[in-house]
């Protein structure tokens, strides 16, 4: 049985995510939610992602009615948070620190209803990089595909030739992690009312 809610809303901009629910069939709207993603001191990545992702759920949650998915994904380079690099240059240094390592991509999921919370958790998939030369990190960095992506890089098109493996959620590294919020809303609805007959 599938959960059926009165609406869902995308408290997300992101095109990334908007095609992971249309691909698995979801009906939603969006509902960009305003957040400043800057860390806290002393936060972790993996804190960050999840207080961003219930931070966006929230402010969704109380401008517009439905449950309303918020999501956050960061890199995490041995417990340094990159987030979507400033400018150029800053996206070179992150392609730079990742090329021949393993890093973490977390991603922090939550819904919200009402202005509450009601279900959040936390996606880890493990990404390991080529070598890549100082060429292969330019051309890519110019191409603008990382401009606007945590960690400077996507892994889906062009950005797959970064990647040599992963351990986990490929979703996840895309911005979304569909399994774990297919299991987030089946336990929201078994809290809820809303229940298919």
């Not at 417990?79 to 240059?89: H, I, L, N, Q, Y």
């Not at 990742?98 to 959040?120: I, P, Q, Y």
Request: aromatic letters at 8%.
């Amino acid at each position: 049985m599938t959960a059926r809610f009165p609406k869902l809303v995308l408290a997300s901009a992101s095109p990334r995510r908007r095609e992971i629910l249309s691909s698995i069939g979801m009906e939603f709207e969006v509902f960009p939610a305003e957040a400043d993603e800057t860390p806290m001191p002393g936060e972790t990545p993996r804190a960050l992602a999840l207080r961003l992702a219930r931070l966006k759920a929230e402010y969704a949650s109380v401008r517009v009615p439905g449950v309303c998915i918020g999501a956050d994904t960061v890199v995490d380079v041995d417990g340094v948070t990159f987030g979507k690099p400033r400018d150029r240059e800053e996206a070179f240094f992150m392609l730079r620190s990742l090329s021949g390592k393993d890093h973490l991509v977390h991603t922090g999921v939550a819904l919200a209803s009402g202005g509450v919370v009601a279900e959040s958790g936390l996606e880890t998939t493990r990404v390991f990089f080529g070598d890549l030369t100082e060429g292969e990190m330019r051309a890519f960095v110019e191409s603008g595909l990382g401009d606007d992506k945590a960690g400077a890089y996507a892994i889906q098109g062009p950005g797959a030739l970064l990647v040599r493996r992963i351990e986990g959620c490929y979703y996840n590294v895309v911005g979304l992690p569909a399994f774990r919020l297919k299991g987030m809303l089946k336990e929201l609805a078994e809290k809820s009312p809303w229940r298919e007959m």
